[in-house]
């Protein structure tokens, strides 16, 4: 196809769209034969094409090998606060690592969804999972095997589910990251009665009854508390009575593809037609009022 092809502009009933746009301003024209839009393509296009994402992980996990002496040294370290019990000082210590995101990068089920419109479904999640082709956020390997090497126990807390454990830990053995057969280390919702739902809490405590945990390090504001499906208000009140944590012993790994940060923009009705949940993004955001 020449580039005079693919550059037609709209026409018919659409070139009123063309219009419409002009009309408002818009400094882009929309041309006919061009993909269609998708508001996951930046986001998803980035964590798996662009070395600044690489950097980025990688840093935050050079920055949780520091954390990691630090706590090490500091009897008195926890990174669950309310959630680690007392008398914690002298337990085996342990990390905690939420999953996907985090350790495994799933971009391309992510791509799927971009490129066929599709949104997040376990109808097609559990097949890609069943797929052992999840790949490696960067840093988080090199991370692991290093708090493994002070003697430090490692622990997975996931949102996947009890049947897709098996091929989970097929993953991550993959790659070489400690895990072990039993799945142990890996604690998937439902994978015990008190587990069945995604809060991550009771997983946490578990892992606090028998550890002082050094590090959390996740991409969602739900690795960190059971209330993450709050208002962007009420994250944002979070996020800031918790801002010494951050950095220290709770790592937050970026993720623009998806998570709380999009349903709180929604109120979590994620069955709301893509242009409505589309909306009240853009009504939420600021923005200048343009050149006058
Ligand atoms: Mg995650």
Do not use: C
């Not at 999972?129 to 290093?146: A, C, D, H, M, W």
């Not at 622990?155 to 070489?176: C, H, M, Q, W």
């Not at 996740?218 to 208000?233: C, I, K, M, V």
């Amino acid at each position: 196809m020449s580039d005079t092809t693919r550059r037609r502009p709209l026409g018919g009933l659409l070139a009123a769209s063309v219009i419409a746009l002009a009309a408002a301003g818009a400094a882009s024209t929309v041309y006919a034969d061009e993909p269609p839009q998708n508001d996951g393509l930046n986001a998803t296009y980035w964590t798996q094409n662009a070395v600044e994402f690489k950097a980025n992980t990688y840093a935050m996990y050079a920055l949780a090998r520091l954390r990691l002496d630090e706590a090490l040294a500091d009897k008195k370290w926890t990174a669950l606060p309310g959630e680690q019990g007392d008398s914690y000082e002298d337990k085996p210590t342990a990390v905690i690592l939420d999953i996907d995101e985090t350790v495994l990068d799933n971009s391309e089920y992510q791509a799927w969804t971009v490129k066929t419109g599709n949104s997040f479904s376990s109808k097609t999640w559990t097949p890609y999972v069943n797929t052992v082709t999840s790949r490696q956020i960067p840093g988080s390997l090199e991370f692991i095997k290093y708090a493994q090497s002070k003697g430090v126990a490692i622990y997975y807390i996931s949102n996947r589910k009890d049947v897709e454990e098996k091929a989970t830990i097929e993953n991550l053995k993959k790659f070489g990251y400690p895990v072990d057969d039993a799945g142990e280390m890996v604690l998937v919702r439902g994978e015990k009665e008190e587990w069945k739902k995604s809060a991550k809490s009771p997983r946490r405590m578990a892992v606090g009854a028998t550890h002082r945990v050094l590090l959390n390090i996740g991409d969602n504001l739900g690795d960190f508390t059971d209330d993450s499906d709050g208002t962007p208000a009420e994250r944002v009140a979070f996020y800031k009575a918790n801002q010494d944590r951050w950095g220290r012993e709770w790592i937050m790994i970026a993720n623009p593809t998806y998570g709380s940060w999009e349903g709180a923009a929604f109120g979590f009705n994620w069955k709301l037609p893509d242009g409505e949940k589309r909306q009240m993004k853009l009504d939420k955001m600021d923005a200048w009022a343009g050149p006058k």
